[in-house]
């Protein structure tokens, strides 16, 4: 993550190796089947079913796999029930941590997820802890090496149909947007040709805690990795900058 923007360190994420894929689908196949159980199995008429859809081709999730899915979430095979809830806490350093889960066991999630939060040196709070620190945002990100189009124009254009803020850094691109606008910027920008390597709703810190000890760091990393592990963590947030001198080292 060294060299990237501070959102990319905010939102952890990993590289999946392909023994993870099948978590990584299983995952998918689970925001797949809320969004269609909620909002109907057309994508064209469902707008976070079709970002659902979107995210799992883009990790290369089988046709079949999506389609099983949607019929699950509308009732035409035998599908889970989950719960959406969030849980949140403090990591190592006093760094904020919201996760968004789908649960078909609400005690048993919060079971792991209170033992995990206490077994890397944070502790899980109550409801509200920790979400004031963070804005509901929509997130778009575009890879420089795919812009068609020059970046003063894009910050122009941008801007135009809607977006809040446009952050470039290194080879990234970052577009921020009210939530209730995200999907009208999204496809505004598609229109002119433009290729996102992200589009979300995303919880976005309105502040960042630094974590300039080794030690601390390697313990925080630990954590969002055994949360991003969990089977039903779909998301996690946390509000963290680690330098790149100590990401180096981890």
């Not at 999730?61 to 599908?79: F, L, T, Y």
């Not at 077994?119 to 890879?143: A, P, Q």
């Not at 947007?177 to 995200?182: K, L």
């Amino acid at each position: 993550m060294a060299g990237h923007s501070k959102w990319a360190n905010i939102k952890h994420r990993k590289s999946k190796q392909d023994a993870q894929k099948g978590k990584m689908f299983t995952k998918l196949a689970r925001e797949i089947i809320v969004a269609a159980k909620q909002g109907g199995g057309d994508p064209n008429g469902n707008f976070r079913l079709r970002i659902a859809i979107e995210k799992a081709k883009s990790a290369n999730m089988p046709n079949e796999n999506i389609n099983r899915a949607i019929q699950k979430g509308v009732g035409g095979g035998e599908g889970d029930n989950y719960e959406e809830v969030v849980y949140e806490g403090y990591g190592p350093g006093g760094v904020a941590i919201t996760l968004n889960i789908m649960t078909d066991n609400r005690n048993r999630t919060a079971g792991d997820i209170r033992h995990l939060f206490s077994k890397y040196g944070g502790n899980m709070g109550e409801t509200g802890c920790v979400s004031w620190m963070f804005n509901k945002k929509g997130y778009l990100t575009i890879n420089k090496e795919n812009l068609d189009i020059n970046e003063d124009d894009l910050l122009l254009v941008g801007l135009e149909v809607g977006a809040e803020d446009i952050k470039v850094e290194d080879d990234i691109i970052e577009i921020i947007t009210n939530p209730d606008d995200f999907e009208e910027v999204k496809t505004n920008l598609e229109q002119q040709g433009i290729q996102f390597a992200e589009a979300e709703i995303s919880m976005i810190p309105q502040n960042t805690v630094e974590i300039n000890d080794l030690e601390q760091a390697k313990k925080l990393m630990k954590l969002m990795d055994a949360f991003e592990e969990h089977d039903d963590v779909q998301n996690v947030y946390a509000n963290y900058d680690i330098p790149d001198e100590i990401m180096d080292q981890l």
